[in-house]
């Protein structure tokens, strides 16, 4: 019984550790601005920019962005690295 405790603890551990590699990297909402280029926003809160050619931006933490529905956006973070990694990541123009 104890031992059968035990493997249960043991695999739902690697399950866990194998969600935390780059969960924090998922995106989750990404907000197309008026000068349409776009800010992608992560799990943790930190903010990426993309070009509307689809390349990785660099905007400083603290700029504050207009949407393209008018709203105002305040940068946080500068994570240019991770929007280069991104997947589904727009295509650059031909
Ligand atoms: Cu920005």
Do not use: C
């Amino acid at each position: 019984m104890f031992k059968k405790l035990l493997v249960a603890a043991a695999s739902s551990m690697i399950a866990l550790s194998a969600f935390a590699v780059g969960a924090n990297d998922e995106v989750l909402n990404s907000i197309e601005l008026k000068d349409g280029s776009t800010v992608h926003i992560f799990k943790d809160g930190k903010m990426g920019m993309e070009d509307r050619f689809g390349r990785a931006v660099y905007m400083a933490a603290g700029h504050v962005m207009e949407t393209k529905d008018g709203k105002k956006i305040t940068m946080n973070g500068n994570e240019t690295g991770r929007v280069d990694r991104l997947p589904n990541k727009s295509q650059p123009a031909p």
